[in-house]
């Protein structure tokens, strides 16, 4: 697995840390990632669209005639 190291504010790292019950950062920002994308799975799953998918057109511009 690929590994990306990140800078992160230390009192942050540490109220991520508070919240999520977790002994170090790295497992904090992990549960915290996971959580977020799980988040966003459901909210597609039950909306039958991405929450960003407005950025995504598949309408493609007419070709101006005149």
């Not at 540490?14 to 966003?40: C, F, H, W």
């Not at 598949?58 to 005149?66: I, K, L, S, V, Y």
Request: aromatic share 2%; proline share 5%.
């Amino acid at each position: 697995m690929a590994q990306v190291t990140i800078t992160l504010d230390a009192n942050l790292a540490i109220d991520a840390m508070l919240l999520s019950g977790t002994k170090n950062p790295q497992e904090a920002v992990e549960l915290v990632v996971r959580d977020y994308l799980a988040r966003g799975r459901r909210t597609e799953t039950r909306t039958g669209d991405a929450p960003d998918g407005h950025r995504v057109s598949t309408d493609r511009p007419t070709a101006q005639e005149g």
